[in-house]
């Protein structure tokens, strides 16, 4: 469940951000209701937007989830009735329905795990939430992150099946017109997407790829 900072975290000495960050979830609706409704983290409402627009779940299908920590789309994915693989650097608690494996799925060991977890090289959904751990300096940021989404763009390539969806996030800094057009001869649809549920101030958004072409 998402715990809410305790009183005792916020009497502690915190920088200037670690404040602001702190009075932004206590106020955040989404984190409010991602802790009624048992979700790990409001990221749930991000997927559970793409999915009512785009249908990327494919129930019955197996789904590997890139940088899944700490679970909330493996909940949701789970919940569609998907086969669900999430791989992270960070443990994430067990749950019902998924295969967690904490390692980097671009290393041999790390792809190994998540290939023999799935059954097979091919998947149907391929996810990816991950962003790169800031610095406070927009554009060393946005590079940061764009290296991670390249990384599960060339998983994706390699590892989604033929009419397979794929979802990943990417962050707004130019490089996600190039990613879509990279992405639109892969898929018969190709759409950036931002959810309501992201905050205005984000510069996330998501790159949907939805029935890969043969």
């Known amino acids: 469940m998402v715990k809410t900072p305790s009183l005792s975290i916020r009497k502690k000495s915190l920088s200037q951000s670690s404040k602001e960050w702190v009075k932004r979830q206590l106020r955040d609706p989404y984190v409010l209701k991602a802790q009624a409704e048992g979700y790990r983290a409001r990221a749930a409402y991000k997927l559970l937007e793409i999915d009512e627009k785009f249908h990327v779940l494919k129930r019955g299908g197996n789904v590997v989830d890139l940088g899944c920590a700490p679970g909330s789309w493996c909940q949701i994915a789970a919940k569609r009735g998907c086969k669900v693989v999430g791989i992270d650097l960070l443990p994430c608690d067990e749950m019902s329905g998924v295969t967690f494996i904490q390692g980097d799925f671009t290393?041999?060991?790390?792809?190994?795990?998540?290939?023999?977890?799935?059954?097979?090289?091919?998947?149907?959904?391929?996810?990816?939430?991950?962003?790169?751990?800031?610095?406070?300096?927009?554009?060393?940021?946005?590079?940061?992150?764009?290296?991670?989404?390249?990384?599960?763009?060339?998983?994706?390539?390699?590892?989604?099946?033929?009419?397979?969806?794929?979802?990943?996030?990417?962050?707004?800094?130019?490089?996600?017109?190039?990613?879509?057009?990279?992405?639109?001869?892969?898929?018969?649809?190709?759409?950036?997407?931002?959810?309501?549920?992201?905050?205005?101030?984000?510069?996330?958004?998501?790159?949907?790829?939805?029935n890969r072409r043969k």
């Open 107 to 210: 290393t041999d060991a790390g792809l190994a795990a998540v290939l023999d977890a799935v059954g097979g090289s091919l998947v149907d959904v391929v996810l990816c939430d991950m962003a790169a751990n800031t610095v406070g300096h927009k554009e060393t940021d946005g590079l940061r992150t764009q290296g991670l989404t390249e990384l599960a763009v060339d998983f994706m390539t390699n590892h989604l099946r033929m009419g397979g969806n794929f979802c990943t996030k990417i962050f707004m800094n130019g490089y996600e017109n190039d990613a879509k057009k990279q992405l639109a001869p892969m898929f018969e649809r190709v759409q950036l997407f931002k959810p309501s549920s992201s905050r205005s101030e984000s510069r996330e958004i998501f790159l949907v790829g939805i």
